[in-house]
Nanobody
Framework: QVQLVESGGGLVQPGGSLRLSCAAS????????MGWYRQGPGKERELVAV???????KYADSVKGRFTISRDNAKNEVHLQMNSLKPEDSAVYYC???????????????WGTGTLVTVSS
């Protein structure tokens, strides 16, 4: 059974940095994409960044130039380096992965339970 476990959230001052990590485990044959979404108070969940197998990365306009996504395919991990953080970046950050468990199974989407990032002085 696939699980995604996030780590690295916390409280940081404006202008600071945090690094989020997510490890996928359990019954993984291949991973098509791994990424991060976030949901702020009273807001809908939105895409932050995604790394698609083959080298394509996409970012929300609001984080371009400040956040960097990276994957470690050997460890089934994805990381999000967040620099120059702003109060509006405060949210619960969710890891997302599109995974298939065997050669003959379809790709399915999985979510982590979320990690809270608070940017405040």
């Amino acid at each position: 059974q696939v699980q995604l476990v996030e780590s690295g959230g916390g409280l940081v001052q404006p202008g600071g940095s945090l690094r989020l990590s997510c490890a996928a485990s359990g019954g993984i044959f291949s991973i098509n994409a791994m990424g991060w979404y976030r949901q702020g108070p009273g807001k809908e969940r939105e895409l932050v960044a995604v790394d698609i197998s083959g080298g394509t990365t996409k970012y929300a306009d609001s984080v371009k130039g400040r956040f960097t996504i990276s994957r470690d395919n050997a460890k089934n991990e994805v990381h999000l380096q967040m620099n120059s953080l702003k109060p509006e970046d405060s949210a619960v950050y969710y890891c997302n992965a599109v995974i298939r468990s065997s050669r003959n199974s379809p790709y399915m989407t999985y979510w982590g339970t979320g990690t809270l990032v608070t940017v405040s002085s």
